[in-house]
C-alpha cells in the first residue's frame, strides 16, 4: 500500500525571483543598471543612455532602484550642485546575472511582433 506524499514545500526562491522581478521586470531598470555598470553617471547623461525614457520615468526608476539598494545617489555640494549615480555592490553583483539573462533570453525566448 503507498504511502501519501506530504504535499511539495513551495520552492524557496519563488519569494525572491518574484521580488527581484518586481523590480527588473519594469521598462528602463535593466537598462539603467546596464548603463551605470560604465560608471557613475548624471540624470542627463543617463538619460541619453536610455533612449526613449521620458524625464518623470527616469526619476521614478532612479528612486525605485535606489530605494532596493541597487544604485546610489551621490551629491556634490558645488557650486553648482552636482549629483551623479552609482551603482551599488548589490547592483554591481547583479551586472552579470542581467548579461546572462539577456543571452538565454536571446537564444530560448522569440521576440514577439509589434501590435
Not at 504535499?7 to 518574484?18: G, I, K, N, Y
Not at 539603467?32 to 560608471?39: H, M, R, W, Y
Given at each position: 500500500m503507498d504511502r501519501p506524499q506530504p504535499?511539495?514545500?513551495?520552492?524557496?526562491?519563488?519569494?525572491?525571483?518574484?521580488l527581484a522581478f518586481s523590480i527588473l521586470g519594469k521598462r528602463w531598470n535593466g537598462m539603467?543598471?546596464?548603463?551605470?555598470?560604465?560608471?557613475e553617471l548624471s540624470f542627463a547623461a543617463l538619460r541619453?543612455?536610455?533612449?526613449?525614457?521620458s524625464d518623470a520615468v527616469l526619476s521614478e526608476r532612479l528612486t525605485e532602484l535606489a530605494g532596493a539598494h541597487l544604485l546610489?545617489?551621490?551629491?556634490?555640494?558645488g557650486p553648482p550642485v552636482s549629483v551623479r549615480y552609482a551603482l551599488t555592490r548589490s547592483g554591481e553583483e547583479?551586472?552579470?546575472?542581467?548579461?546572462?539573462?539577456?543571452e538565454w533570453a536571446s537564444t530560448n525566448l522569440a521576440p514577439t511582433p509589434k501590435a
Open positions: 504535499p511539495l514545500a513551495p520552492h524557496v526562491c519563488d519569494a525572491a525571483v518574484t539603467i543598471v546596464d548603463a551605470l555598470g560604465s560608471g541619453r543612455a536610455v533612449v526613449g525614457i546610489s545617489r551621490i551629491v556634490e555640494s547583479l551586472l552579470p546575472v542581467l548579461q546572462q539573462l539577456g
